[in-house]
Structure formats: structure tokens, C-alpha cells
């Protein structure tokens, strides 16, 4: 079957680094996304990986191992702007396009 | 500007009536879907189409109904069947099959009470 764990919550300082990790069991790999979710507002999508590795985007770079049926969204120098919900997602079912999304972690960014 | 828009933001009904979402992109997408969210809990897919006049159910379709007349409309109806329809909808689009991500791309939502 398909399973996401990810940590519910989440409390960081402002200018800190934060990992959010996420751990995924899926029949048949095809990538996993990451997306930010502000309270009441629509998922935007952050990063998509399907190769093992890092891959740096800004203040967010997302990492992936698929040996292990691991990631991460390492968020830099945070701002307060950054509490949100941060979404773990892979597809399912041998489609790209069908998502199981993890529960979120609720990331709060502190002064 | 392209995008996903669905409307009301915000929509009341009462228990035993049938309520109809509205979906629209101009993305150009082919695929479109239909998730709730539910405090606690994940998004999970209700419906999703691929192509118009076709359309597959998801995880937890019962209760719902939608159409894909146009390819860039795909309205949600919460029937009187659904037994627990308070939630947050969340409408999607992607493309298929153009590159290997099939990013999935989200409207405002809308979030239904029924009273």
C-alpha cells in the first residue's frame, strides 16, 4: 500500500535553518513533491524530485533518497512569511498524476 | 493571467441538499481533480478526469458526483448521500504526459458548511 509520515508540527526562529522531513512507502516510484499550504489557502506547489540528491532552489532545496523512501525541505534563513503547512506528496496506483499527500507539518516561524 | 479559479470562496447549505462547486482553468490542462481536506488529515482525491466527457473516481467518490463537458470546467456536486460534506475543496489541473513531473496545480478552494 501507499503510506506518508511526516512530523505534524514544527517550531523554528526567524534567520534559522529548518528540515522537514517526510518518509514514504509506495509501489512503483514516480517522483515526490513538496508544496506549501498557508492556513485557509490553496497548496503551492515547491519542488519535485525523482532523482536521489539535493536539488536547491532559493532558500529551499529539497533532498531525496530512494533507497530509503526518504526526503527533506531544508528551509533557510526563515522568515515569518514561512509558517505554513508544508505538504509531502507521491503519486500512486503506476500513474504520475494520481497524489497521496501526507498530513502536512505545521511549520511556526518564531521573532 | 492563467490559473484555476473556484467559486464561492465561502458556501453554506443545509443538510439534504444537493450543492454544486465550480472548477475553471485556462491553463490549457488537460487533467483536472477534485480533493477534500479535513483538519488532521491529508488531501484526498474525490475525482479526478483526464480528458473531457471521461472522468475516474478516487478515494472517497461516494457521496459525490462531477461532469467534464468542457476541458476547462470540472464542477463538483455534494449530494445529500455525502455524510459528512463540511470541508475544504480544493480544485487541481495538470498536464499529462508533457514531462515527466505532471505538476499539479491548485485553485483558491472552497469551503463548504452545511448546517
Known amino acids: 500500500g501507499q503510506n506518508i509520515d511526516q512530523p505534524t508540527e514544527m517550531t523554528a526562529t526567524e534567520g534559522a535553518i529548518v528540515q522537514i522531513n517526510c518518509t514514504y512507502q509506495t509501489s512503483g516510484f514516480n517522483g515526490l513533491f513538496w508544496y506549501q499550504q498557508h492556513a485557509g489557502e490553496a497548496p503551492t506547489f515547491l519542488s519535485y524530485?525523482?532523482?536521489?540528491g539535493l536539488e536547491e532552489k532559493g532558500r529551499f532545496s529539497s533532498f531525496l533518497s530512494r533507497s530509503k523512501g526518504y526526503s527533506y525541505l531544508l528551509l533557510k534563513e526563515l522568515q515569518m512569511k514561512d509558517s505554513a503547512s508544508y505538504l509531502c506528496a507521491v503519486p500512486y496506483g503506476g500513474a504520475t498524476n494520481k497524489l497521496i499527500f501526507g498530513t502536512g507539518t505545521l511549520l511556526a516561524v518564531q521573532p | 493571467d492563467g490559473g484555476i479559479t473556484q467559486s464561492p470562496k465561502y458556501l453554506f447549505r443545509k443538510e439534504g441538499q444537493n450543492v454544486t462547486l465550480s472548477c475553471e482553468q485556462n491553463l490549457n490542462h488537460d487533467a483536472m481533480y477534485w480533493y477534500r481536506q479535513d483538519p488532521g488529515q491529508g488531501l484526498r482525491l474525490i475525482y479526478y478526469?483526464?480528458?473531457?466527457?471521461?472522468?475516474q473516481k478516487g478515494d472517497i467518490a461516494e457521496g459525490y458526483s462531477v461532469s467534464r463537458e468542457k476541458k476547462e470546467s470540472f464542477p463538483l456536486t455534494v449530494t445529500s448521500a455525502q455524510k459528512n460534506p463540511t470541508a475544504f475543496y480544493l480544485c487541481?489541473?495538470?498536464?499529462?504526459?508533457?514531462?515527466?513531473?505532471?505538476?499539479?496545480?491548485f485553485g483558491p478552494g472552497t469551503r463548504l458548511t452545511v448546517l
Open positions: 487541481a489541473s495538470s498536464q499529462i504526459g508533457r514531462t515527466s513531473t505532471d505538476t499539479q496545480y
Open positions: 524530485n525523482v532523482l536521489d
Open positions: 478526469s483526464q480528458i473531457v466527457n471521461d472522468f
